[in-house]
T-cell receptor, first 113, second 113 residues
Framework: DAGITQSPRHKVTETGTPVTLRCHQT?????MYWYRQDPGHGLRLIHY???????DKGEVSDGYSVSRSKTEDFLLTLESATSSQTSVYFC????????????FGPGTRLTVL | SQQGEEDPQALSIQEGENATMNCSYK?????LQWYRQNSGRGLVHLIL?????REKHSGRLRVTLDTSKKSSSLLITASRAADTASYFC?????????????FGQGTRLTINP
């Protein structure tokens, strides 16, 4: 998986609790992305980062925040988890702007009860 | 929305046959990419075709792009059981001032032995 790890790989949590997912890369790529994958929706972009401390919203950013304090780490936080955020979350990296190949992590399966 | 729409949603063929998947999109693009996702795994980049290209080959993969019809096709020749996976097209272009990839919902391909 191109030097990308995600943690945790599986998580079950309760509605209303905060959750943080971590993406770690060893490729020194500038761009990092968080997607969610749901049946019938494909992959949808939540947030992305184009450098340390530089982030922007994607298509489905409500209820999520991100932080990137180091090149190698991109954190996704669900401020107060809801059942609609039950999904599989993928991190991706790219060495150039999003028009080029993205490399994906193995995913985190999150269940919000 | 620039999201690609894929057709068919599911395809089941016999090993050795060719598999064709189609992708349509709505707006102008910089390039179009195809990814494969095995069950429970992240996406893996297969091939990229630029907007000024009409056809591209990579091993048993052949991709065509028709920008006048805003459509692309992925052909997998001489299919193998290991080709069983979901296949996604992703269009790359300028969205809200930033270059991004937008994924379709995918085609689930099953190769029967």
């Amino acid at each position: 998986d191109a030097g990308i790890t995600q943690s945790p790989r599986h998580k079950v949590t309760e509605t209303g609790t905060p959750v943080t997912l971590r993406c770690h890369q060893t490729e020194n790529h500038r761009y990092m992305y968080w997607y969610r994958q749901d049946p019938g929706h494909g992959l949808r972009l939540i947030h992305y980062s184009y450098g340390v401390k530089d982030t922007d919203k994607g298509e489905v950013s409500d209820g999520y925040s991100v932080s990137r304090s180091k090149t190698e780490d991109f954190l996704l936080t669900l401020e107060s988890a809801t059942s609609s955020q039950t999904s599989v979350y993928f991190c991706a990296i790219s060495d150039l702007a999003g028009v080029y190949t993205q490399y994906f992590g193995p995913g985190t399966r999150l269940t919000v009860l | 929305s620039q999201q690609g729409e894929e057709d068919p949603q599911a395809l089941s063929i016999q090993e050795g046959e060719n598999a064709t998947m189609n992708c349509s999109y709505k707006t102008s693009i910089n390039n179009l990419q195809w990814y494969r996702q095995n069950s429970g795994r992240g996406l893996v980049h297969l091939i990229l075709i630029r907007s000024n290209e009409r056809e591209k080959h990579s091993g048993r993969l052949r991709v065509t792009l028709d920008t006048s019809k805003k459509s692309s096709s992925l052909l997998i020749t001489a299919s193998r059981a290991a080709d069983t996976a979901s296949y996604f097209c992703a269009t790359a272009g300028l969205i809200q001032g930033a270059q991004k990839l937008v994924f379709g919902q995918g085609t689930r391909l099953t190769i029967n032995p």
